[in-house]
């Protein structure tokens, strides 16, 4: 957080890494990136300072960052399991549950709940059982693989593997199964409007991974400024010099950090990274800035 001046004034720390998760966070519910929120991002980069999105999104939903931002770098996808390069649209690294692994804690899973449908993403496609559409988006029946995910998943592939059920929060369904499952998979949550799970290797989140990238560039946590709203951000708040949550966000992202940026809808991701500008506190990344208009 903040830090103070031997006179007791606040100073702002050095800033040179901003990682920001997407949804809820710069992109609203409408799909919107606000122009306010665009500039800001501009500026840091402009600034000379590093920008990499860290979200639990694939890397085939990454259309915002490019039309709405241009953002052509690197983005640390599927909370923190797959790293992927806009400018080259490829996988840079992954990794993956093993197939066992998740045939495992799917029938755990089952057991506890033996209504909840299961889905995969692997760095090629999204795989499901049927049972995983919802009776409102039954069309996407015929826009992707369904079955049973053992014939659907031949390998060890899976960077995401997803659990679904109704009738239940997110945050009970988390409370019974995680217990259970935690040995072989990292879980949390993100979904806002359904209850689902979601996995990825053991070990593997987004501070982990963003821990990875930051220190190939030769950046340490206290210079990196982050921004989340949901669980799946919580290691990385906790892990980031500067973690702020999203006021409009999950309680558990607000109990992560004392930093608190305004919500969402008051643009508040920008509003932190214009008092960081102004205040100087920033400084340049070790290679160029990879947002252009």
């Given amino acids: 957080m903040p830090g103070a001046d031997g006179g007791g004034n606040p100073v702002e720390r050095l800033m040179r ?9 710069i992109l609203r519910r409408d799909g919107r990136i606000t122009e306010r929120t665009v500039q800001a991002l501009h500026a840091c980069e402009q600034a000379g300072v590093e920008l990499v999105f860290v979200t639990g999104r694939p890397a085939r939903w990454l259309t915002p960052l490019s039309e709405q931002l241009g953002h052509a770098g690197r983005v640390i996808c599927s909370n923190g399991a797959l790293v992927y390069d806009l400018e080259t649209m490829s996988v840079v690294s992954s990794e993956a549950i093993h197939r066992e692994t998740m045939l495992e804690v799917r029938g755990i899973i089952q057991g506890l709940f033996p209504e909840t449908a299961f889905a995969a993403e692997t760095p090629a496609e999204f795989v499901m059982e049927t049972a995983f559409a919802e009776p409102r988006h039954r069309a996407l029946l015929d826009q992707v693989r369904h079955g049973d995910l053992a014939e659907l998943v031949p390998g060890d592939e ?14 009970e369904y988390l409370r019974v199964v995680a217990p259970h499952v935690s040995h072989l998979v990292s879980i949390t949550h993100s979904a806002v409007d359904l209850t689902m799970l979601e996995m990825a290797p053991l070990g593997v989140n987004k501070a982990v991974t963003l821990a990875e990238y930051a220190h190939a560039l030769g950046i340490v946590p206290a210079e990196v400024v982050a921004f989340g709203d949901m669980p799946n951000d919580v290691e990385m708040l906790a892990w980031a010099g500067e973690g702020y949550a999203m006021s409009s966000g999950h309680p558990e992202a607000l109990a992560a950090t004392e930093l608190h940026a305004p919500g969402i809808e008051d643009d508040g991701v920008a509003q932190v990274l214009e008092r960081k500008l102004a205040a100087g506190g920033v400084g340049r990344a070790p290679r160029p800035g990879s947002l252009a208009r």
Wanted: a negative charge.
């Fill in 17 to 25: 890494l901003v990682a920001s998760d997407i949804d809820g966070t």
């Fill in 158 to 171: 899976v960077v995401k593997f997803m659990a679904k059920i109704e009738g239940i929060t997110a945050e």
